[in-house]
């Protein structure tokens, strides 16, 4: 098993250009998650799912769009790269063990993004 | 509303000395808890996690956090720091049964020679 792969590690921007961050898992599970962290402000969620056909958004969703076609793969798009989305972006796969409620969550390595 | 507060955005230890590392949650229902690790330039692993089986969690590498209700805090502690022990580490907390976990903002870890 891979686990959570992220492509690309990193990328540059300009203003105003867009682009689509990948993410893929191969664990089969239903939630997938994408966070940014930023210094001193530990993991904001920025949109999530829970299945195929079923994004929403969390804490930080503004300048992000996300689509969930298949259970494996959950992209994460900005529609015009703006500095304040200068970052490392997080993907996470997750699952809840059956019978405790509990829910785990299995991060890619990151993608480092500088908007300039 | 869920929250995590870590206490100190970093802590030295020297090698061989107790690490101790603070979290204070809060939640309107029970909670779950988790301590995670970043290593540099990788993703978050699972250290432990809390859930309500028992109220002192062991994780890997030598690591073990406490429930305390009264005190709301998850506490991450290590009775003897090591030089691979350096990376940031995360408290996080989820009401279970779904995926939405807050995170704390971190607390990284040095360890001195």
């Known amino acids: 098993n891979a686990g959570v792969t992220q492509t690309p590690k990193f990328q540059v921007l300009k203003t105003g250009q867009s682009m689509t961050l990948q993410c893929a898992q191969d664990?089969?599970?239903?939630?997938m998650s994408w966070y940014r962290q930023d210094p001193g402000m530990g993991l904001r969620l920025i949109h999530y799912s829970v299945g195929a056909g079923i994004t929403d958004q969390g804490e930080v969703p503004n300048g992000y769009n996300v689509s969930r076609s298949t259970t494996e793969d959950f992209p994460l798009r900005l529609l015009s790269a703006a500095p304040s989305q200068t970052s490392v972006y997080f993907c996470?796969?997750?699952?809840?063990?059956?019978?405790?409620?509990?829910?785990?969550?299995?991060f890619g390595q990151g993608t480092r993004l500088t908007v300039v | 509303a869920q929250s995590v507060t870590q206490l100190g955005s970093h802590v030295s230890v020297s090698e061989g000395a107790l690490v101790l590392l603070r979290c204070n949650y809060s939640?309107?229902?029970?909670?779950?808890l988790f301590w995670y690790v970043q290593y540099p330039n990788q993703g978050l692993q699972l250290l432990l996690k809390?859930?309500?089986?028992?109220?002192l969690v062991k994780g890997i590498n030598g690591f073990e956090a406490e429930f305390k209700k009264s005190e709301t805090s998850f506490h991450l502690t290590k009775p003897s720091a090591h030089m691979s022990d350096a990376a940031e580490y995360f408290c996080a907390v989820s009401r279970g049964g779904g995926f939405k976990t807050i995170f704390g903002a971190g607390t990284r870890l040095f360890v001195k020679a």
């Open positions: 939640s309107s229902v029970p909670p779950y």
């Open positions: 996470a796969s997750s699952y809840t063990r059956p019978g405790t409620g509990v829910t785990e969550a299995f």
């Open positions: 664990m089969n599970h239903e939630y």
């Open positions: 809390y859930t309500s089986a028992a109220t």
